[in-house]
C-alpha cells in the first residue's frame, strides 16, 4: 500500500494501466468506492444479483424484448479478474489511478490489503456466485447472477464488484 504522498508523487508522472482488463479494482463504477463506508457499522453479509433489463430492440418479437439469452459468464469472470487473487500491484494501481479520478484520496486501500493479508483468502475475492444455467433464455427482470459475501470481515465486496465492467 502506498502512502499519500507516494500517490500524489506517482500521479505527476504519466499513468498507464497494466491490463484493460486485469484489475478489478478499477473496473467498477466509480461510486462503489464510497461504499465501504456507507454501510451500517454491525453489517455482516450481502447478497448482490444482476438482472436484464431487457433494454434494446428485439427484431424478432415487433421490436420488444421480452427475454434476454444468458451467455458467457466464465469468459466474464475471467476476463475481469474475478479468478484470480489481488495482489498489492493492484492496490497500488488503483491508489493511483481513483486518486486521478476523483482528485483526492478516496480509494480504501487499508481494507484490499488487508483481503490479501488475510490467513484465509489470500486475496481471493470472499464471494459465491450463483447463476443460471448458460444457454438459457429467460425473461427480462430476472435474476441471471447472484453474488454471495462469504466473510462479515469482507461484506462489502459483494456490492463493490457488482457492476464490474
Known amino acids: 500500500m502506498l502512502t499519500r504522498q507516494q500517490v500524489e508523487e506517482r500521479a505527476k508522472q504519466p499513468f498507464t494501466l497494466r491490463s484493460a ?3 478489478i479494482l478499477i473496473n467498477t463504477d466509480s461510486y462503489k468506492i ?4 456507507q454501510y451500517p457499522p ?4 450481502l447478497v448482490s444479483y444482476y438482472e436484464s433489463r431487457g433494454q434494446g430492440d428485439d427484431p424478432w418479437n415487433n421490436g420488444h424484448t421480452t427475454h434476454t439469452l444468458f451467455l458467457e459468464l466464465q469468459v466474464y469472470l475471467k476476463r475481469y479478474g474475478f479468478l484470480r487473487a489481488i495482489t498489492h500491484e493492484d492496490v497500488e494501481e488503483a491508489q493511483v489511478y481513483w486518486y486521478l479520478h476523483f482528485g483526492f484520496h478516496y480509494f480504501r486501500a487499508d481494507l484490499w490489503t488487508d483481503l490479501i493479508n488475510d490467513d484465509v483468502f489470500r486475496g481471493n475475492l470472499p464471494i459465491r456466485i450463483s447463476a443460471i444455467p448458460e444457454g438459457t433464455w429467460i425473461k427480462k427482470h430476472n435474476a441471471l447472477i447472484m453474488i454471495e459475501t462469504l466473510s462479515p470481515k469482507f461484506f ?3 456490492q463493490f464488484v457488482e457492476t464490474v465492467n
Do not use: K, L, M, V
Request: charged residues 20%.
Open 21 to 23: 482488463f486485469g484489475n
Open 34 to 37: 464510497s461504499h465501504p463506508d
Open 42 to 45: 454491525d453489517s455482516e453479509q
Open 156 to 158: 462489502w465486496i459483494g
